[in-house]
């Protein structure tokens, strides 16, 4: 009981309420998505509708539920920050020194450092895998002029959002209750597990419109953590790269190198899935990497060497933010 009346009981208590909010959900989102993929079959709207329209015909159930769980993590936000006001109001701590802010050169220098770093590093090992028979040239091959759209926007977007959420709010949080490194551990895990939430590759659901359908898929979601081959592919990239940005927040005390680092990676992974495709027959799937550049032992050994290469950059950057 105690536990519960805690900032991190309240943490918990959103993410599950969030997880079941959103399966509950996704089957009027799917529904939704279908009709207006069929409104734009049959005729000429906006093109923003349009656009819209054409990815919901093309998106698996797997994908509207990703959507379903952030619009469920924002609904639900307001109540958890209520929640939290009315903990801190019923035990109240000591005003905590903050650092004073970043001058703006230091913040532009951060994001583009970090950038560098992340984006180079996938890149390298993208280009190296290529080489070694693992990934392909696509022949379908969108133009340049689609980067933006595909993979600038996405990265910043991702970057801003999640980042802002789980190293600005909820690491903000665990540190009021932990020591940096459990705070670290926990936020990473937590980070790992929200976008571990997939189904299996073979999965099927005959009717992703039926209203227990979010539910059903939850139940296939989970049956991913009984397989161990899955959590080392997938689960071990997401929670070092959770690892990597919980430590460049805590290290500088700001948000805007881990901003960078996470734009990076975002931004090197879309633009290469874009004008790549992973072959099925090389010799390091699916150990040494899965399908694309976030699963497997190399992904991971990457994530390590960027680490290594932030450390010396950011060594006398001793600012924890709270």
């Known amino acids: 009981m105690r536990f519960l009346k805690s900032e991190a009981g309240a943490v918990v208590f959103w993410v599950i309420s969030s997880i079941l909010l959103a399966a509950a959900i996704v089957p009027w989102i799917y ?17 923003i509708l349009e656009s819209i329209g054409k990815s919901a015909a093309r998106a698996d159930l797997d994908r509207y539920f990703s959507r379903a769980l952030l619009l469920s993590v924002l609904v639900l936000l307001p109540v958890f920050l209520l929640r939290l006001r009315q903990i801190r109001r019923s035990s109240p701590r000591e005003a905590s020194v903050k650092a004073e802010p970043l001058p703006w050169k230091t913040r532009l220098l951060d994001i583009c450092t970090a950038f560098v770093i992340a984006a180079g590093s996938l890149w390298i090992l993208g280009t190296t895998l290529q080489h070694f028979g693992a990934f392909f040239s696509r022949p379908d091959a969108p133009a340049v002029s689609k980067l933006f759209s595909k993979a600038v926007i996405p990265a ?16 903000g949080i665990w540190l009021r209750v932990a020591k940096p490194v459990p705070a670290i551990v926990g936020t990473s895990l937590l980070f790992a597990f929200v976008h571990f939430m997939q189904p299996p590759a073979d999965a099927a659901i005959a009717n992703p419109g039926q209203i227990f359908a979010g539910f059903h898929l939850l139940g296939l979601i989970f049956l991913n953590f009984t ?15 959770g690892l990597l940005l919980a430590s460049t927040r805590v290290r500088t005390g700001s948000l805007w190198f881990p901003i960078g680092l996470h734009a990076g990676l975002v931004f090197a992974f879309k633009a290469f899935n874009l004008y790549h495709k992973a072959s099925p027959d090389s010799a390091l799937r699916p150990l040494w990497i899965g399908d694309s550049l976030r699963s497997g032992v190399l992904p991971v050994l990457t994530l390590l060497v960027m680490g290594l290469i932030c450390w010396p950059i950011l060594r006398n950057r001793g600012r924890v933010r709270k």
């Open 31 to 47: 529904n939704a998505g279908m009709d207006l993929a069929a409104e734009a079959q049959a005729k000429e709207l906006s093109p």
């Open 156 to 171: 910043l977007g991702a970057a801003v959002v999640e980042e802002w959420l789980f190293r600005g709010l909820l690491l």
């Open 227 to 241: 397989d161990p081959g899955f959590i080392a592919a997938e689960f071990a990239v997401l929670f070092t790269l």
